[in-house]
Antibody
Framework: QVQLQESGPGLVKPSQTLSLTCTVSGGSISSGSYYWSWIRQPAGKGLEWIGRIYTSGSTNYNPSLKSRVTISVDTSKNQFSLKLSSVTAADTAVYYC??????????WGQGTLVTVSS | EIVLTQSPATLSLSPGERATLSCRASQSVSSYLAWYQQKPGQAPRLLIYDASNRATGIPARFSGSGSGTDFTLTISSLEPEDFAVYYC????????????FGPGTKVDIK
């Protein structure tokens, strides 16, 4: 059974860079034809896809965030990571990592709340 | 960008009743649509993919239908654990907007 776990600071100052890591267990991140994604959800609101990465390093990003987002993968650690630069209060949200199975998100992490505040 | 709209925003029903949720796309997504269930404090759970295929372990009372721009999630007989928020999601083969979610429908207890 694949499991995903997000980790990283829960508080980030405005204008700084948000950095999160997703650790995959129960299987190799490189096995199968899967992409790996980040999704976020502001409190009381809906879901917003941030971007995805393949284990080759190929990425796609949400156009609305593309200028600020970088997703990377470390297959040796079975991890992938998110960096979101120049954050504002609008970036405060629960951030989820997820596995992408033929375009759908079949396994999710539990989510981690990131608050942007000084 | 493909925009998904869901209706109604809230559906108030009793256990045992049938729930019918709608998702409409701003342009055709063929059958590339999924449904998720989210309970408070939890991550979403994949219920249906490719419009009508149940994900692993999903009870048969959940079914999906539709293609093109109009889709439906039906819960044949609501169980107490089914009261939650439901989101639809489309996947596009072409950038820039690969994945978008609908705003959600909350199914609450009447």
């Amino acid at each position: 059974q694949v499991q995903l776990q997000e980790s990283g600071p829960g508080l980030v100052k405005p204008s700084q860079t948000l950095s999160l890591t997703c650790t995959v267990s129960g299987g190799s991140i490189s096995s199968g034809s899967y992409y790996w994604s980040w999704i976020r959800q502001p409190a009381g609101k809906g879901l917003e896809w941030i971007g995805r990465i393949y284990t080759s390093g190929s990425t796609n990003y949400n156009p609305s965030l593309k200028s600020r987002v970088t997703i990377s993968v470390d297959t040796s650690k079975n991890q992938f990571s998110l960096k979101l630069s120049s954050v504002t209060a609008a970036d405060t949200a629960v951030y989820y990592c997820a596995r992408v199975m033929t375009g759908y998100f079949d396994y999710w992490g539990q989510g981690t709340l990131v608050t942007v505040s000084s | 960008e493909i925009v998904l709209t869901q209706s109604p925003a809230t559906l108030s029903l009793s256990p045992g009743e049938r729930a019918t949720l709608s998702c409409r796309a701003s342009q055709s997504v063929s059958s590339y649509l999924a449904w998720y269930q989210q309970k408070p404090g939890q991550a979403p759970r994949l219920l249906i993919y490719d419009a009508s295929n149940r994900a692993t372990g999903i009870p048969a009372r959940f079914s999906g239908s539709g293609s093109g721009t109009d889709f439906t999630l039906t819960i044949s007989s609501l169980e107490p654990e089914d009261f939650a928020v439901y989101y639809c999601q489309q996947r596009s083969n072409w950038p820039p907007s690969l994945f978008t979610f609908g705003p959600g429908t909350k199914v609450d207890i009447k």
